[in-house]
Structure formats: C-alpha cells, structure tokens
Nanobody, 115 residues
Framework: QVQLVESGGGLVQAGGSLRLSCAASGSIFSLGTMGWYRQAPGKQREFVATMSSGGSTVYVDSLKGRFTMSRDNAKNTVYLQMNNLKPEDTAVYLC?????????WGQGTQVTVSS
C-alpha cells in the first residue's frame, strides 16, 4: 500500500504563494493517479486537482490559473503550487493515490491564508 506524507503548509498573507509536497512510499507510485483535495472547517472535502500517471491534469474550474499540480516520478512526489492565495483557500490540503483498487490518503497539511 502506498503511504503519503504532505508538507509545505503554513500561514501566508493573502496574495502570497505556497508549494505543497506529497511524498509517497512504494515503487508503484508512477503507475497511479495522484490527486489534491482540501477540506475547510465545517465543509465537505472538495476536489482540487488530479494528475494521471501520464501527466494529464484536471483542475477544479474555480482554481484554474492560480493552482498548478506537478509530479516527479523519480522522487515519488507530487506538488501543488498555489499562487495569489485568498482567505477562502484556508483548509487542510490532502493528497490521494489511486490505482486499480488501491486508494490511499495522506494526513493533510494545514494552509491558512490571512486577510
């Protein structure tokens, strides 16, 4: 089973940037689809972006142009570059690994954007 560890969260002022990382264990990382999700206090978890093993990326429409997902298969890591952050981006950001019947989640990293 793939294990995921997110990092890179923190406190940032509105308009600032952060880059989140999600490091995965397991040699099958390159075969799976990776995703970023977020969950704000009192709200449901929501989709942010996914990237297939071949590099095809899908973003939620509301974040296109501000968030960019990338992956480095050699490092078993995916990234989420977040620019022009807004207070409404405050949430726990989680990564997810999907491949066949495998479905793993990380513990998440907190992102707080102050106004």
């Amino acid at each position: 089973q793939v294990q995921l560890v997110e990092s890179g969260g923190g406190l940032v002022q509105a308009g600032g940037s952060l880059r989140l990382s999600c490091a995965a264990s397991g040699s099958i990382f390159s075969l799976g689809t990776m995703g970023w999700y977020r969950q704000a206090p009192g709200k449901q978890r929501e989709f942010v972006a996914t990237m297939s093993s071949g590099g095809s990326t899908v973003y939620v429409d509301s974040l296109k142009g501000r968030f960019t997902m990338s992956r480095d298969n050699a490092k078993n890591t995916v990234y989420l570059q977040m620019n022009n952050l807004k207070p409404e981006d405050t949430a726990v950001y989680l990564c997810r690994y999907l491949s066949g019947s495998a479905d793993s989640w990380g513990q998440g990293t907190q992102v707080t954007v102050s106004s």
